[in-house]
């Protein structure tokens, strides 16, 4: 019995030895995993590092939603973003999802989330968890309350805080700054 362990022991000792000089040890891999995963949703670590996606010069309209998984309002209307750039896929806008989740639940909660979902538009996490230090550069009336949505369109803009109860008052709110004649 005292056999069969060591060389156990000395199978897995050969093992790691094996695969370090193939560079494939696991935990090698469970960080190219985390990489994949990081690429997928970018982390923004301060607002500042995120601000230049509300300097709008194009002709673009740009719907920013800012939400959390745990923020139930938040995940009732988030297919209604998924549905408005489905719908308006051919017109210049885009929906930008930031999520305001802790930077460590962005495997645990926000990636399986978006997955499940089958959430398409783009999705990004914001780590500052200082609100007050930066939501007054997206609308002097927010105070840090989820969800909330941020219209952007040449010059003009519109913030609203509160959940969507469909995707037609959605749709109702972008519709000004697609069509406006």
């Known amino acids: ?10 199978s897995l000792f050969l093992t790691h030895c094996e695969n370090e000089k193939k560079g494939t040890n696991t935990n090698a891999k469970h960080s190219t995993r985390s990489e994949e995963i990081l690429k ?3 982390v923004y670590e ?32 988030m297919p209604y973003f998924a549905e408005l750039e489905r ?15 802790l930077k460590e639940h962005l495997n645990l909660r926000v990636l399986p989330y978006i997955k499940k979902h089958n959430i398409k538009p783009k999705v990004v996490l914001l780590a500052d968890q200082n609100y007050s230090a930066w939501t007054d550069e997206i609308d002097t009336s927010w105070y840090g ?3 909330a949505t941020l219209i952007l ?27 406006s004649y």
């Open 1 to 10: 019995m005292k056999k069969l362990f060591v060389l156990f022991i000395l």
């Open 40 to 42: 997928e949703i970018p």
């Open 46 to 77: 301060t607002f500042s590092d995120l601000a230049p996606l509300f300097q709008n010069e194009s002709d673009t309209t740009y719907i920013v939603n800012f939400w959390a998984t745990t923020c139930p309002p938040c995940l009732r209307e």
């Open 87 to 101: 719908v308006y896929e051919t017109d210049k806008m885009r929906v930008i999802l930031v999520s305001l989740d």
């Open 145 to 147: 309350a989820l969800p």
């Open 153 to 179: 369109s040449n010059e003009r803009k519109k913030f609203s805080f509160g959940a969507y109860e469909s995707f037609d008052d959605l749709e109702q709110e972008v519709n000004p700054f697609l069509y």
